[in-house]
């Protein structure tokens, strides 16, 4: 149905086109996600043959320490089978871990018509929390997206998933609003730099990148850690206080930096006393950013 093709064009980038190639997966692949993002996790790739029911199938072990379960199902072809299917691997999977999210892609949608589409996922999203219900697993969530690795449709879907398993995201929202609400810039996006572990860069501390756009608006990078870049939209003439926007800059990368310290010393195993969530990321007087003032501005 297409579960290597999605991970090698969203992890490996893998053109499209190249997944023509792709063998079938016999056993299950492990992908250590851990070196090209500051977001850290596996992916198990399972073969698509796989038999729950197969006593050697250690249903404890695999769905007990997971995340997510993500289901793939190629929409393009018949999938009643692949319904019947998906009932058995989440009913498997929410009884040993209840806390798994459960995400069905309904893949390879490129070879639909906009109507087609939106009939498929009705269609499927009927028929397979219908069979919940039958169970008696009413309170079993499933999140549904259209996907195809020919658009941006299947990043945005593994962002979303991806998203669910951060536990600092309340946190770094938090920190973006704070940000914002300073009212010097206008719209921000924190994009995440795909980066192999060994690639050498010319990515630093120092990267930064100014584009006047032909809106009176100006487009201004700035690198947060390895991983993460901050992209901001400014009003040009706010751009006149450019070191206000800067210290401000400072402090929200300190404060990021924080944020991922706690899990780094929490894995080291130093226990520290502090937990993640919306409330700590605190006002904007606790992360040191400023606030423009007419009469008294204040530059780094
Ligand atoms: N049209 C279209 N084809 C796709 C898409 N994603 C994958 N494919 C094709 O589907 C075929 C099967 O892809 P795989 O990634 O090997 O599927 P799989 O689910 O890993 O298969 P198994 O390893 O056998 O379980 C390949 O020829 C891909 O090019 C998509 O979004 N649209």
Not at 179 to 202: Q, T
Not at 204 to 217: C, F, G, P
Not at 280 to 291: E, H, I, K, L, R
Request: with cysteine.
């Amino acid at each position: 149905s297409g579960k290597s093709s999605i991970q090698k064009v969203v992890f490996h980038k893998m053109s499209p086109n190249e997944t023509l190639f792709l063998e079938s997966t016999n056993k299950i692949v492990k992908d250590d996600i851990n070196n090209s993002s500051f977001v850290q996790f596996e992916i198990w790739d399972f073969p698509g043959q796989i038999d729950f029911f197969d006593p050697t199938f250690d249903s404890e072990m695999i769905f007990g320490g997971c995340g997510a379960l993500i289901y793939v199902i190629d929409a393009q072809d018949d999938y009643m089978d692949a319904l019947a299917k998906l009932h058995q691997t989440v009913s498997r999977a929410y009884k040993v871990n209840p806390n798994i999210k459960l995400e069905v892609f309904i893949h390879k949608v490129d070879g639909l018509s906009d109507d087609h589409k939106i009939e498929t996922q009705r269609d499927i999203h009927q028929r397979a929390n219908d069979e919940l219900a039958d169970a008696g697993l009413d309170n079993v969530h499933l999140s549904f997206y259209l996907t195809s690795i020919y658009d941006h449709s299947i990043f945005e879907a593994f962002s979303k998933v991806v998203q669910k398993l951060i536990p600092q995201l309340p946190t770094l929202e938090n920190l973006l609003n704070i940000l914002i609400s300073i009212g010097l810039v206008y719209e921000l996006v924190a994009e995440s730099v795909l980066r192999e572990e060994n690639e050498s860069s010319a990515y630093d501390s120092e990267s930064s990148s100014i584009i006047k756009l032909n809106n009176a608006t100006i487009l201004y990078l700035r690198e947060v850690n390895r991983f993460l870049a901050l992209v901001c939209i400014l009003r040009e003439d706010n751009f006149d206080r450019h070191g206000l926007i800067d210290y401000n800059f400072h402090c929200f990368r300190k404060a990021i930096q924080e944020v991922f310290e706690v899990r780094l010393k929490s894995q080291q195993g130093m226990l520290v006393g502090t937990t993640i969530g919306s409330s700590d990321a605190g006002s904007p007087q606790s992360n040191g950013m400023v606030t423009p003032s007419p009469t008294k501005p204040v530059y780094a």
